[in-house]
DNA sequence: TTGTAGGCGTTATCAT
DNA sequence: ATGATAACGCCTACAA
C-alpha cells in the first residue's frame, strides 16, 4: 500500500449516511451568530469617501456623470473595503426577479439531465443569470416543493422536466409572471411552452429499422408508459407493428423496467418465452445498460436498438445501434426561449421538436435468428 | 418515416449556434416591461383582510399568538390572493444569506462532476437551502468571474471545484464570512478546507497492481500535470517504479492529453515507439475512455488500469480494471462540511481524503505480452 | 456633477 | 393578540 497521504479516513461526521433523515431541519438558526460589519454598504463607502451614497451607487453601476476624480476615489475606497454590492438589494429594488432561473430535473447524475443542463447553463450565462438546479426525483410532491422554493426566491424563469400527472398548479405561478417552459414532456392540465424530443418519430424509426431487417418477434422493454416519453415512444412501436401488419403479442411488451432490476428481470422474461423475440427495442439509456448487461453471455444474438445514445455505446463487443439526439441543444433551445419570454414575448405557445436520428453501429443491423 | 409529429422543425431562432457569440449581452434592459401589480405583497393581503402587515407576516411565518379567527381570515386572502411571500425581501432583512449554495465546477456533462453535484444537491436539499451550479470551463478567469457573481448573490457558501494556481483573491471573500470549500483540488496560497480523492494512494495501487503482474515498461497518459490531480498520480507513478527499483524512461510518459484526440495521439505514440510499454495507466475517466477507444483494433493486448470508473468499463471486450471512487460521496462530505462551517463550526481547516479503490475487472490483469 | 427623499417587501422592536 | 415604525441595502425620481 502506498504509505504517504493516507493521513486520514472518511470524515468524522457522518451525517450524510444518515438515510432516513429527510425531514428537512427546520430551520438553520445559528447560521449568522457574529455580525460584525463584515459586508461594508454602498453606505460606508460613501461615508469613507466622503461623498453621498448615490455617487458611489453611480460609480459601481459605471454610470456617466461622474468626475474621473471622485470615481477614482470612490473605487479606491470599494476596493479598500473590499465592497460588493447586494444583489439581495438591488433586485429587490429594481427587478423582481434574482437573476437565476430554476431547473428542475429528475436526477443529474444521469448524463441526459446533466448534458440537458450543460446546454441551459450555457445560455443562462450569456444573459448574465445563474442556474439554479434542483432534484425532483421524479416525484411529484418533490416538483411541486422546488417550484415552490424557486418560485420563493424570484428566479426570472422556470424550466422543469415535469414528473407529475396534473400540473394546473403553475398556472397561477404563470399568470403571477413567471415564464414556465416544459422539458422532455407535455404538460397535463396546462398551457404552456415545451421542448421535446421526437419520442415518436425516433422511435418508429428504431422499430421500423428493426422491421426492414427481416425482424417479426420484437421485445419492447420500457419504463412507465404513463410518462410522455414513454407513452410516445409505446405508441410508435405499435404503430410500426401494424403498419407492417403484424399483430401485437402482449408477452413481448414490458412495462415498468425503470430500475435495472425490473429491467434485468424483464430481460429474463422475454429470453425464456416459448417463442422468444428476436429483437429488442428499449426506450431510454438507463434500460438499454441494463438489458445490455442481461444479455451479456446470452448465447442467442439478439438484434437491439436504444432510445438516447449513451457513451462507450461505440465499443461494447456488439456496438449499439441507437436513437440518438441533442440534449445539450435541447436545454440551449428550453433556454433561449425562455430568456425571450422572460424579455417579453407574447407569441403563442411554442411546441418545439427536438429530431432524433438513427446512428447504426452493429446491434440494430444483426438478423434475425433462424 | 413516420408520419406524425413531424409538425416542426428545429426552432426558429439558431441563437444558440452563434458559437462566438460569447459576449454576455451588456444587461436584459425590456425584462419587466409590464408592471401590473401581479405579485401581491404582505400589505395587499393586510388590507383585503383588515389586519395589518405585522400581522400577516405572523400568520406566513406560523408564529404563536395569532387567534385562530385571524389566521384563518389571513389565510384565506393569501390563498385567494395566490400570495407568495418575497424571499429576496426576506433575506435582506433578516439573514444576508439567498440561502443558496453556489458550486463551480468545470463541466457538469462530464459524470464526475455529475455525481458530485448529485451528492451536494441532496444534502443542500436538507439544510433548506438551494443549489446555484456554475461552469468554470476550466478557465480561472471565468472562475474568478463566477465566484463574483456568487457573491453578490449572497450565496451562504461556496464549493468550488478550482481551475487556476492562485486562489488568493479568495481570501476577502472568506473574510466576508462567506465559507468557502475546495473539492478535488487543493487551492494555492489560501488557507481554505479541502476535500480531495486520494489520488496519490490511489496512483499508487494501480501502478503497484501493474508491476504485481509483471509489467515493467508502464506508459502514463495524463492531463496537465500542473494541475493537482495530475501532479498527485504521476507522482504515485514515479514512486512506485522507484519503489520497484525500475528506471522512468521519459518516452512512456504523455502529459497534456487534455482532449480525445491529444490522448489517441499520444497512445500512437506509445504503441510505436521502438520499444513500446506493455501496460498503461490513464489518469481520468475522459482519457481512459479516450485511450481505449484509440487502443480498438490495435492486437498487440496492453494491459490497462484508468483512475476514475465510468459506465460500462465492465461491458467492455475486456472489461476495465479502475481506480474507483464515491464521487457523490465527495459532493456529500463536501457540502456537510459546507453547512457545518456555515453554522459557525470554527475547528482548524480540515483536509479530508475519500478513499479510493482498485476494481479488477481484466484489463489490468493482462500479463505482459513477451 | 452631485445629493436628497422615498420606497422595493419583509422582519424586529417596541408599544398597545 | 395586534399594530406602528424603523430598518435591511439598494435604486429611481427629482432636485440642487
Not at 459586508?39 to 463607502?45: H, I
Not at 404563470?174 to 422532455?184: A, N, S
Not at 410516445?232 to 425503470?258: H, P, Q, S
Not at 434500460?287 to 436504444?306: C, D
Request: hydrophobic share 40%; aromatic share 4%; proline share 5%.
Amino acid at each position: 500500500m502506498s504509505n504517504e497521504q493516507t493521513e486520514l479516513s472518511l470524515s468524522e461526521k457522518q451525517l450524510a449516511s444518515q438515510e432516513g433523515t429527510n425531514l428537512p431541519l427546520t430551520s438553520l438558526e445559528p447560521l449568522h451568530t457574529e455580525g460584525n460589519k463584515l459586508r461594508p454598504t454602498m453606505q460606508d463607502v460613501a461615508e469613507m469617501a466622503g461623498v453621498s451614497l448615490k455617487t458611489v451607487s453611480r460609480v459601481v453601476n459605471k454610470e456617466a456623470s461622474v468626475t474621473q476624480a471622485t470615481r477614482e476615489r470612490v473605487e479606491a475606497v470599494i476596493k479598500s473595503l473590499g465592497f460588493r454590492r447586494n444583489d439581495l438589494a438591488r433586485n429587490l429594488r429594481q427587478g423582481q426577479t434574482s437573476s437565476t432561473i430554476g431547473l428542475v430535473i429528475e436526477d443529474i447524475a444521469n448524463p441526459f439531465y446533466s448534458q440537458l443542463a450543460q446546454g441551459v447553463e450555457y445560455v443562462a450565462r450569456r444573459y448574465n443569470h445563474m442556474l439554479i438546479l434542483s432534484n425532483s426525483e421524479e416525484n411529484s410532491q418533490r416538483e411541486r416543493e422546488q417550484v415552490s422554493a424557486l418560485s420563493h426566491r424570484r428566479v426570472a424563469g422556470l424550466l422543469i422536466v415535469p414528473a407529475g400527472s396534473d400540473h394546473s398548479y403553475l398556472k397561477s405561478e404563470m399568470e403571477r409572471g413567471t415564464p414556465v417552459i416544459f422539458v422532455d414532456r407535455p404538460p397535463a392540465n396546462l398551457d404552456v411552452d415545451m421542448i421535446l424530443l421526437d419520442s415518436y418519430g425516433g422511435s418508429y424509426t428504431a422499430v421500423k429499422h428493426l422491421l426492414c431487417q427481416g425482424h417479426r418477434r420484437i421485445g419492447l422493454i420500457c419504463g412507465d408508459p404513463s410518462v410522455y416519453t414513454g407513452s410516445g415512444r409505446v405508441a410508435a412501436y405499435r404503430t410500426a407493428l401494424a403498419d407492417w401488419g403484424i399483430i401485437l403479442e402482449d408477452d413481448l411488451l414490458c412495462f415498468g423496467c425503470d430500475d435495472a432490476e425490473k429491467a434485468a428481470a424483464a430481460t429474463q422474461r422475454l429470453l425464456s418465452l416459448p417463442h422468444p423475440p428476436t429483437a429488442v427495442f428499449t426506450t431510454s439509456n438507463r434500460i438499454s445498460v441494463a438489458v445490455l448487461r442481461a444479455l451479456r453471455g446470452v448465447t442467442r444474438r439478439l438484434a437491439f436498438v436504444g432510445f438516447d445514445d449513451f457513451e462507450l455505446a461505440d465499443m461494447l463487443p456488439t456496438p449499439v445501434t441507437v436513437i440518438a439526439h441533442d440534449a445539450a441543444e435541447m436545454g440551449r433551445q428550453a433556454a433561449e426561449l425562455l430568456f425571450a419570454r422572460i424579455q417579453g414575448d407574447e407569441r403563442p405557445t411554442q411546441r418545439v421538436i427536438i429530431p432524433t436520428r438513427l446512428i447504426m453501429r452493429g446491434s440494430g443491423e444483426i438478423p434475425p435468428e433462424g
